[in-house]
């Protein structure tokens, strides 16, 4: 599966983002997905996670609240959109593929065969 994401860009603090991640290949419902991010000097670390239905979803629990996680399978594309940004939510932020046999999401990143290329958020306060 190849995974394209997009929708970052510059915001102020306190405002919204939705990115997306367009996913092409094999049967998207059969893989769950996450969504991490990696800020400057800082190792990279998870976001939001959602199973290959839908039914499963869980953020950070910084994010909670904020960022929600969904996905659409006839698009083959998941979601992440993000309220209330604050400066530090600044980061490349990844989309991330893994197929399962059963509905599941991973707060993990080893766990993730496929990645994005990543698309850059950046928070002014």
């Known amino acids: 599966v190849q995974l394209q994401a997009s929708g970052g860009g510059l915001v102020q603090a306190g405002g919204s983002l939705r990115l997306s991640c367009a996913a092409s290949?094999?049967?998207?419902?059969?893989?769950?997905m996450g969504w991490f991010r990696q800020a400057a000097g800082k190792e990279r670390e998870f976001v939001a996670a959602?199973?290959?239905?839908?039914?499963?979803?869980y953020a950070s629990d910084s994010m909670k609240g904020r960022f929600t996680v969904s996905r659409d399978n006839a698009k083959k594309t998941v979601y992440l959109q993000m309220n209330s940004l604050k400066a530090e939510d600044t980061a490349v932020y990844y989309c991330a593929a893994e197929p399962g046999t059963y509905d599941y999401a991973s707060e993990k990143s080893s766990e993730y065969d496929y990645w994005g290329q990543g698309t850059v958020v950046t928070v002014s306060s």
């Open positions: 959602v199973s290959g239905s839908g039914q499963i979803t």
């Open positions: 290949g094999r049967t998207f419902s059969n893989y769950h």
